[in-house]
Structure formats: C-alpha cells, structure tokens
C-alpha cells in the first residue's frame, strides 16, 4: 500500500506565497517522477510541474516564473513552492508520483484559495 500525504494548502492574498509538500509512504520500491497537478471547479485536471529523479523539471506555461518544484529523494517527499499567487491559482492540487514498477500513485488533493 503506498500513501501520497499532501499538506500546505490555505487561503492567501493574491500576490502571497504557499508551499505545498507531499510526502510518499508505503511499499513503493523507486520513485521516478514526481509532479503536481490541479483542478478549478468546472475545468479538468491540469499538469502544474514535473519533476524527474535527476532534477530535470517542466512546468505549465502559466506558472513559469511563478512556481517552483523540487524534491527529496531520501524522503520520497515533493514540494511547489508558490509565489506571486493569483486567484486564477485557486483549485485542488493533486501530487502524483510514477514507481519503477510503472504504477503511478496520487494523493487526495490539497485546496488552495487565492483571493483578489
């Protein structure tokens, strides 16, 4: 069983910043990449970053300059650094990480309200 514990999520003014963590557990061998992802109500679920085992990183266009992700190997935790948050920012952030075995794990969402 491999548990993904999200925390960091909250409210915060536009132009503040939050860091989102996600800490993996359980009977997961290797951990390859690491990535959040987001959904705002009434849209689908989106790529936020990515980040590989090596440290090779992609974000989404809209959070470029803005986002930081980076990771722990040691602890199998992934964090996204936030800042210059806007309300457009506000949604469910999802973690996921992809195993050696090719299974790919999500957490439960952290929600993240950014007002204007």
């Known amino acids: 069983q491999v548990q993904l514990v999200e925390s960091g999520g909250g409210w915060v003014q536009a132009g503040g910043s939050l860091r989102l963590s996600c800490a993996a557990s359980?009977?997961?061998?290797?951990?390859?990449?690491m990535g959040w992802y987001r959904q705002a109500p009434g849209k689908q679920r989106e790529l936020v970053a990515v980040?590989?085992?090596?440290?090779?990183?992609n974000y989404a266009d809209s959070v470029k300059g803005r986002f930081t992700i980076s990771r722990d190997n040691a602890n199998n935790t992934v964090y996204l650094q936030m800042n210059s948050l806007k309300p457009e920012d506000t949604a469910d952030y999802y973690c996921?990480?992809?195993?050696?075995?090719?299974?790919?794990?999500w957490g439960k969402g952290t929600l993240v309200t950014v007002s204007s």
């Open positions: 980040i590989t085992r090596s440290g090779g990183t």
């Open positions: 359980g009977s997961i061998f290797r951990v390859n990449a």
């Open positions: 996921n990480v992809d195993s050696s075995s090719g299974t790919r794990y």
